[in-house]
């Protein structure tokens, strides 16, 4: 099952993105994401949106078993956030983590 939801994930990565953009499972739960060079910056949000609109559906694993995914998103841009392959990495895990405690933040939380 696990192998399954993590394949159907794969596939709703590739399909949102561009044919030149690369997948990679980093490890876990956790993908990486390459973009070939964007034109403009203002084009990452738009890519990003693409991507949690794409796991928005419940993952279908078989006939008995639907989840639904949640997505937390952090990115780097080279060479803004890092000249080499570990800093923008970081960079991006940083991003990840505390979009992941946003969402998690309750409204009151985030007032406070």
Known sequence: TGDRLLQ??????????????????????????????????????????????AMQAPLRIDAQLSLQPSVSVGWSIYPLDGQDVEALLAHADQA?????????????????
């Open 96 to 112: 990840m983590y505390a979009d992941k405690r946003a969402r998690r933040a309750s409204p009151r939380e985030i007032h406070a």
């Open 8 to 53: 159907e994930v794969a596939t709703r990565l590739r399909e949102a993105l561009r044919d030149s953009d690369l997948v990679a499972r980093l490890g876990g739960d956790e993908y990486a994401v390459l973009l070939e060079p964007l034109l403009q910056r203002e084009h990452l949000p738009l890519l990003v949106g693409k991507i949690q609109r």
